[in-house]
């Protein structure tokens, strides 16, 4: 698979949030106005994107763009 890149992560989120300029440490909720639905709809258009499947558990660490841009890497490595 190849690699994934911070940016492409910051695009989904700039795509699924209609937002602008979005950086790594951005938070998704305080910065970048996200609800919980959201976030959801995020990590679904990632888990389509890359292939991979995200648990529960594991969502509700996601704070920032850098934070789903590593747990897709992770999970893309697996």
């Known amino acids: 698979m190849p690699s994934i890149t911070p940016n492409e992560i910051r695009k989904l989120i700039e795509l699924q949030l209609g937002k602008r300029d979005v950086q790594d440490n951005d938070r998704l909720v305080e910065d970048l106005g996200a609800e919980s639905a959201d976030v959801a709809n995020l990590v679904a258009a990632a888990e ?4 991979i499947a995200i648990k529960e558990s594991e969502i509700v660490h996601i704070f920032t763009a850098w934070d789903l841009f590593n747990l897709v890497v992770k999970h893309t490595q697996e």
């Open 48 to 51: 389509e994107k890359y292939g």
